[in-house]
């Protein structure tokens, strides 16, 4: 029912916060994979309306209902650093907004971007990331580095003073040098995997290697059979 919590972002929300008060004495690590924005696409009434009517709601990458459920979302991560805010963690703690991947195609064009979920053209890997940290990221400060999620594991061991197990092998780079505000990262080049056949997808599995301004995508079954 899109109007109560289908996506389950109140339910989830409030048991974040519940989490962060019962841990607001001590350093905590909290993950919050909310369900939203996802299928199915649905959001109430009243807010998709809302969405319809603004300038530009009929144009292809506006669709009004994620447009709602964007809000609903937006809100529930409103609260989550509210919360943090009224615990006087706000300096103290490092908020990581991230997406998984581009939306589908079906749903909504993913312009100005190539693409969409399930490929690997920008609109299906470049995505949302949003950090937060009180006086370490000036507010409104931009980069152009480009990262991927698994630069995340080895930037909480660097922050957390934390090293890494002696056989570790850490695919990621640390991003603790651009969130205080450096300008580049001491390696060649990123890469993504996609080993699925999925609805929306090209060509079936792929991987793709991106090295400064250039991208290469390789189809799997494609070098395989030579036939494209």
Do not use: C
Request: without cysteine; charged residues 20%; aromatic residues 8%.
């Amino acid at each position: 029912d899109p109007e109560k919590d289908a996506h389950g972002v109140e339910a989830i929300t409030t048991r974040a916060i519940d989490f962060i008060e019962r841990h607001s004495d001590r350093p905590f690590f909290l993950e919050l994979s909310h369900n939203s924005i996802h299928a199915p696409i649905m959001a109430p009434q009243a807010l998709v309306a809302k969405h319809r009517a603004r300038p530009g709601g009929d144009r292809p990458e506006n669709n009004p209902i994620i447009a709602a459920m964007m809000e609903v979302l937006d809100d529930g991560v409103g609260r989550v650093l509210a919360k943090l805010d009224a615990l006087g963690l706000r300096e103290r703690t490092l908020v990581i907004f991230y997406s998984d991947n581009g939306g589908l195609l079906a749903d909504a064009a993913q312009t100005p971007w190539r693409g969409g979920k399930a490929q690997l053209y920008e609109g299906g890997i470049r995505v949302p990331l949003v950090m937060r940290w009180p006086g370490v990221i000036t507010p409104g400060r931009t980069s152009a580095v480009p990262v991927t999620s698994v630069d995340f594991f080895p930037t909480f061991l660097e922050l957390s003073g934390t090293p890494a197990a002696r056989d570790a092998v850490i695919d990621g780079a640390s991003l603790v040098s651009v969130i205080r505000g450096g300008a580049t990262l001491n390696r060649d080049a990123i890469f993504w995997h996609y080993p699925h056949y999925h609805s929306a997808g090209i060509h079936g599995p792929a991987g793709a290697i991106r090295a400064g301004d250039w991208k290469l995508i390789e189809y799997f079954e494609t070098t395989l059979t030579g036939q494209g």
